[in-house]
């Protein structure tokens, strides 16, 4: 494992040395929210300064490597994630948000879940056409969030150049639900 000592957040890090700092700064929480679902706590990442810093850097370094002018992020874990990369890049922010939060003009998008359905929406202003997005999230799970997402963003004129996530959960087909979009994951499980 790479210490997060010997990996300062200034330095540029690997795709690798971020997948070793996940590997040791995310909880594994049984049954959570339900029976069955083992979930992907980030908080002891968010904890860490230089653990945070070196993912940070990485999902910075692929939003400039493909050119992102926008980033966007998904609630609520997107956001946290989204916002210091939009940060290091100089680039605009875009939230991704539950039904009813934006206070603007917006556009939405249902998808279904297991059990019933949940709606996102995105104000319908928020990017020019010309505006490159890297669309981030925490998890990739079943795809469905991030491809209504994904639709979302194209609906807006976007050119979304990829979906960055900490973690894609290999075993679910989230990367076929969210095809053709270019899945950059930090670390497959
Ligand atoms: P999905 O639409 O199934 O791909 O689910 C993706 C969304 O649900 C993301 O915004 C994640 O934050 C969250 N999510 C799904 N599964 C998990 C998990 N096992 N651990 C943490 N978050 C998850």
Redesign the pocket.
């Known amino acids: 494992m790479t210490s997060i000592d010997e990996a300062a957040p200034e330095r540029p890090a690997t795709t690798d040395a971020a997948a070793d700092v996940l590997r040791g700064h995310i909880r594994d929480v049984q049954d959570w929210p339900q029976p069955g679902?083992?979930?992907?706590?980030i908080t002891p990442l968010l904890s860490t300064p230089a653990a945070f810093g070196v993912v940070i850097g990485v999902l910075a370094d692929i939003a400039r490597q493909r050119g992102a002018t926008t980033i966007a992020g998904?609630?609520?874990?997107?956001f946290l994630l989204a916002a210091p990369v939009a940060d290091r890049l100089g680039a605009g922010l875009v939230p991704i948000r539950k039904k009813g939060k934006l206070p603007g003009p917006t556009r939405s998008a249902t998808?279904d879940?297991e059990y019933g359905t949940a709606t996102i929406e995105i104000h319908a202003d928020a990017v020019r056409p010309d505006e490159r997005v890297l669309l981030i999230?925490?998890?990739?799970?079943?795809?469905?969030?991030?491809?209504a997402a994904h639709g979302l963003l194209t609906g807006v004129g976007a050119e979304v150049v990829g979906l960055a996530v900490l973690?894609e959960?290999s075993f679910?087909p989230?990367r076929e639900?969210t095809a053709p979009l270019d899945v950059v994951p930090l670390l497959t499980i």
């Open positions: 679902v083992v979930f992907k706590d998904i609630e609520a874990r997107g998808y879940l999230d925490d998890v990739l799970a079943t795809g469905g969030t991030a491809a973690m959960l679910l989230g639900r």
